[in-house]
């Protein structure tokens, strides 16, 4: 497995990601640069530029004037992308595939003179790879506690270094193994500045793995799949499926099952939010008249939402009641609704005494919801009771963004210009937009040039 996956990451080339592949990595990658933009205020994010703000280097910290070293640029990147919860998801690692892999790409960039297609086919080689891990794992994996963007990620940053790196299949499988080593995080850590660490260490980690490959480092050429290895140690033997991390390798892209999120929370709310808007919208809920609102969800979303009652921003974006409530309240639930002021507004917490949130008898167990996500029959159901005794009622599989209903590229673009435009100007929004959306035209990228608080003042 670890040197089928090897060598595959060292002899993918650009003309087999042309086309639909690359052009949805390019959207992704703009996304994700984007919601880490939009990050840059955060708290979690200040902590870890003080952190690194001592260590120069020449790589830049996006949408800032830090220049640190390659590990510490991607640390911060990784966390900045991950610190609002507003990036993207994949069903195959029941996580997010672009936080670990993008910043751990473009902290080498500079060192390896890379040009945009390298950075466009590191980019999917490292996604291929940390999703593949996951379908092969399955959902048993994240089901023991394991934060797969942190344990899965590692390995997937490590794949893209790699690649960006023109690593041999040898270093490359060196490059997994060592990997393999550091991967770890925790779910308890949800709601907490923890968790957007997790992205940063898992880009941090990839980093240092290609590198110490690159250097001769050798590990264990059966990391992955020999006893006591990735496979062993982070899911039972009953629920493993290998043959799901390689078959069709190099035919079909997992990329292209990335789900972008539209919502800035955790995804387990998000086609609650969804049917609430649509309901708003469409007149079948009438804001100034609920008297009690109902969202059945499965064991494994109040698995993960589990505040009840937040204290603070961070556990908000895990809350179901304050993500219900805000959307209803403020008819969106973007960066914007998950500051102080939008967590104390009167007209929120008082909705949020009105909101019953239950586990369905459906998904009641991880077995259960296990079986129906694997299946697609996995729903969310909410119902609205309002004073007039009318009520809304609607039952839906999956929120907008999945691959059966995709954001389009306008989506896309007005997402990241709201994002950008927050801390920057209209005119370097676009410019940056238009930039990233040309990446793979570009014979040499220097990110600090693109992305520094300076180059993007100045557009």
């Not at 092969?136 to 344990?151: I, K, Q, V, Y």
């Not at 007149?283 to 009690?292: A, H, L, N, T, V």
């Amino acid at each position: 497995m670890t040197d089928i996956l090897a060598k595959w990451i060292a002899g993918l080339e650009y003309s087999q990601v042309r086309g639909n592949v690359a052009e949805s990595a390019k959207r992704a990658i703009a996304d994700t640069i984007g919601v880490a933009l939009a990050a840059r205020d955060d708290e979690a994010v200040r902590c870890i530029l003080e952190a690194v703000g001592d260590e120069s280097g020449p790589c830049s910290v996006w949408g800032t004037s830090v220049l640190t070293t390659a590990r510490n640029a991607a640390l911060a990147n990784g966390a900045m992308a991950h610190a609002l919860d507003f990036d993207d998801n994949n069903r195959a690692m029941y996580g997010h595939p672009s936080v670990p892999v993008l910043p751990a790409v473009f902290a080498l960039a500079d060192e390896a003179g890379a040009a945009g297609a390298d950075i466009v086919l590191a980019y999917i080689a490292g996604v291929e790879v940390e999703c593949r891990l996951g379908r092969a794992l399955t959902f048993e994996h994240s089901s023991r506690g394991w934060h797969t963007t942190l344990t899965l990620g590692t390995v997937g940053a490590a794949a893209a270094a790699a690649k960006l790196l023109r690593l041999s299949g040898q270093h490359t499988r060196n490059a997994l193994a060592i990997s393999v080593s550091m991967a770890g995080g925790v779910r308890q850590n949800f709601g907490t500045m923890a968790k957007p660490l997790h992205a940063g260490l898992a880009a941090q980690n990839g980093v240092l793995a290609a590198k110490l490959a690159s250097k001769g480092l050798v590990a264990s050429p059966k990391a992955i799949e020999g006893h006591e290895g990735f496979f062993d140690v982070f899911t039972a033997p009953v629920a493993l499926d290998c043959e799901k991390a390689i078959g069709g390798l190099g035919t079909s892209f997992e990329l292209l099952r990335n789900i972008p999120k539209i919502h800035a929370s955790c995804a387990a709310v998000h086609t609650a939010v969804d049917i609430l808007l649509e309901g708003l919208r469409q007149g079948g809920i009438q804001k100034g008249d609920i008297e009690r609102v109902k969202c059945g969800v499965s064991y494994h979303a109040l698995n993960q939402m589990r505040y009840g009652a937040p204290g603070n921003v961070v556990e908000a974006r895990f809350s179901i009641p304050y993500c219900v409530a805000a959307a209803l309240v403020f008819g969106k639930l973007g960066a914007r609704q998950f500051t102080d002021d939008a967590l104390g507004a009167p007209e929120v917490r008082d909705l949020m005494a009105k909101i019953d949130v239950s586990i369905l008898p459906e998904f009641s167990t991880q077995e259960l919801f296990q079986k129906a996500h694997d299946t697609g029959t996995a729903y969310t159901e909410v119902e609205v009771t309002h004073g007039s005794g009318r009520v809304f009622r609607m039952r839906r599989n999956h929120q907008k963004g999945y691959p059966d209903s995709p954001l389009s590229e306008a989506d896309f673009h007005a997402k990241f210009i709201d994002c950008v435009s927050a801390g920057f100007t209209l005119q370097s929004a676009e410019r940056t937009w238009s930039g990233l959306m040309q990446i793979d035209q570009e014979p040499v990228v220097n990110p600090a040039a693109v992305l520094s608080k300076e180059a993007l003042a100045a557009a």
